[in-house]
């Protein structure tokens, strides 16, 4: 059983349209983080949220943690090609453990 | 100022074989990690190195071991190779505690 679900798994939009990708769990996280994964490389870290309910933006991109700390979302305005890739969340849980866990994934691709 | 590197960038091996993989953390850093990501699917947490010992470890079996060398620099040894050890194998380091980690462009193994 995974332990950050995320949805949709696959996703594919025209350039121009948002998007919302969804990450949740029943555990409680001191921290989330979201990546961007290019085929053939490792994930590149977008952003990390540390309180519940902040919100971070970057350009296009809007991360929310949810209040409780066991969700979080990343929306997108305006897609464009550039964004095609594979989605990423990951957590840390509240327990202290310093791993990371990652979400199932969601793999974008914006159409031009 | 050099990012993670990893090495070898792809290898084959056949069933029954053993591998190690290797990874140098970015500058400054002291704490490796290493995750296996399957085809289609998110990294899973293999185990970390902190100050030459194993500090924590995920859900795979003892065929997996690793080491930390006193550069900081790690290997990630898999014994009795199967089918499902194909993968792309990641490393990520960071600082102590510190929440960002920063991946390596992964090994990918796949074995016959």
């Known amino acids: 059983t995974q332990l950050l679900e995320q949805s949709p798994q696959f996703l594919s939009i025209q350039e121009g349209e948002n998007l919302t990708v969804y990450c949740n769990s029943s555990?409680?996280?001191?921290?989330l983080q979201w990546y961007r994964q290019e085929p053939g490389e490792g994930p590149v870290l977008l952003v990390t949220?540390?309180?519940?309910?902040e919100v971070k933006k970057l350009k296009r991109l809007t991360f929310q943690f949810g209040d409780a700390r066991k969700d979080s979302s990343l929306h997108i305005t305006a897609a464009q090609p550039g964004d095609t890739g594979l989605y990423l969340c990951?957590?840390?849980?509240?327990?202290?453990?310093?791993?990371?866990?990652f979400g199932t994934g969601t793999r974008l691709t914006v159409i031009p | 100022d050099a990012g993670v590197t990893q090495s070898p960038t792809h290898l084959i091996k056949t069933r029954g074989q053993q591998v190690t993989l290797r990874c140098s953390p970015k500058?400054?850093?002291?704490?490796v990690s290493w995750y296996q990501q399957a085809l289609g699917q998110g990294p899973q947490f293999i185990f970390q190195?902190?100050?030459?010992?194993?500090?924590q470890r995920g859900n795979f079996p003892d065929r997996f071991s690793g080491h930390q060398f006193p550069n900081y620099s790690s290997e990630l040894n898999v014994n009795a190779l199967l089918l499902g050890d194909s993968a792309l194998y990641l490393c990520?380091?960071?600082?102590?505690?510190?929440?960002?980690?920063?991946f390596g462009p992964g090994t990918r193994l796949t074995v016959l």
């Open positions: 990951a957590g840390r849980l509240l327990t202290g453990a310093n791993n990371l866990f």
């Open positions: 555990s409680v996280f001191s921290s």
């Open positions: 949220v540390v309180t519940g309910g």
């Open positions: 500058s400054g850093h002291d704490t």
């Open positions: 190195y902190y100050e030459e010992e194993e500090r």
């Open positions: 990520a380091s960071n600082l102590g505690s510190t929440d960002t980690q920063y």
